[in-house]
């Protein structure tokens, strides 16, 4: 039995590649059949929880595909990526939507915020002096008829999304009032503003080429119109109060819509409504609803409650929409528009 046991252990040293293969593929095993046991212990004995198979499935995939709550959360805590992604770009959260399991779905659910709530902390460490949409600021646009477009053909707002901003004025304008939009664009949002009864529309804008067609189209002779040239982080002294704000920015990161948010208590009267554009992570179902999570979280850390209102869009957006578009930056059957309140407004 020891000379069995030198005879394995020498073809391990000699051959490393080939004996983690073997034990990523009898990880991928143990995971489908749910053998918890198994799973640990090839996890204590060195096994890739990162392993990918010939499929391109990881050992957390299987399991979660499967319903293996056990297994899911063993992985998980082994370190096993939350966020790998098959070649058909679905994640373990995503196979476990798919087959309705719910604690396995549920798991990944909270390893994914919870990854991203550090990974936040990391980020805003890192990023405290960055200029994120310096570039894109600088960089030339092109307008048509149903899109505004980048210089790389990478779009910055679509005709497709006018019925949704259309639902977000609608939120926003809901209490009348004094309305903040950040984030002209193709000016979607703010004609559907223009539709309801308010005090003052104040817009938002940072790109000099937007601005400027702005000016040329009549935005700055509008009634009660205002319009504010800059990014919004160098010019929230121009701000007032407000009874609505839309957040849509272009060029920019989730840690800068967190830090806007962090403004909110101070720009939004109470029983004021605010939304945002919920782009986040449109191209993978899983991830966001992760971030839908994340952000509503965060949200209600600072006192406001999230209601995210599902809006289908499958039917907006066929093949010829993303026709010269080099990046398809929405790419799911439904919307969930985020209306936001003060929590002592809601209860």
């Not at 919004?232 to 704000?245: F, K």
């Not at 720009?267 to 939304?275: E, F, M, N, Q, T």
Request: net charge negative; aromatic share 10%; proline share 3%.
């Amino acid at each position: 039995m020891e000379e069995i046991d030198s005879i394995e252990a020498k073809a391990r040293r000699s051959s490393p590649a080939a004996a983690m293969e073997k034990e990523g593929k009898q990880l991928c095993e143990a995971a489908r059949e749910g053998d918890k046991e198994k799973v640990s212990a090839l996890i204590d004995s060195g096994a890739d929880v990162s392993y990918f198979d010939g499929d391109g499935m990881t050992p957390l995939m299987h399991a979660a595909k499967l319903g293996h709550v056990d297994v899911v959360k063993a992985l998980l805590e082994a370190g096993a990526p939350w966020n790998a992604l098959s070649p058909s770009n679905l994640s373990a959260g995503d196979f476990a939507m798919e087959s309705d399991h719910q604690e396995a779905f549920q798991a990944l659910l909270n390893a994914g915020i919870q990854a991203e709530l550090i990974l936040g902390t990391i980020a805003r460490a890192a990023n405290k002096d960055s200029d994120s949409d310096g570039v894109y600021l600088e960089d030339r646009v092109s307008f048509s008829e149903d899109k505004l477009m980048d210089s790389n053909s990478k779009a910055i707002m679509m005709a497709w999304e006018k019925p949704l901003m259309e639902a977000h004025a609608k939120a926003v304008c809901s209490g009348g009032g004094h309305i903040l939009n950040i984030g002209f664009g193709m000016g979607l949002v703010d004609t559907a503003i223009q539709q309801y009864a308010h005090v003052t529309h104040t817009i938002v804008e940072a790109h000099p080429e937007v601005y400027e067609r702005m000016l040329r189209t009549g935005w700055g002779e509008k009634e009660n119109v205002k319009i504010v040239f800059g990014r919004w982080q160098d010019v929230l002294s121009q701000l007032e109060t407000y009874d609505g704000i839309f957040f849509d920015t272009y060029g920019e990161y989730y840690e800068d819509l967190r830090e806007f948010h962090q403004h909110i208590p101070k720009l939004l009267k109470p029983g004021g409504i605010y939304s945002f554009f919920n782009g986040l992570c449109g191209g993978n179902a899983f991830f966001h609803v992760v971030y839908c999570n994340l952000v509503s979280l965060e949200l209600e850390n600072l006192g406001y409650s999230t209601q995210l209102i599902p809006l289908p869009v499958k039917n907006c957006l066929g093949k010829e929409v993303w026709e010269g578009v080099r990046h398809k930056y929405w790419q799911l059957d439904t919307y969930y528009l985020p209306v936001c309140q003060s929590l002592q407004d809601s209860e």
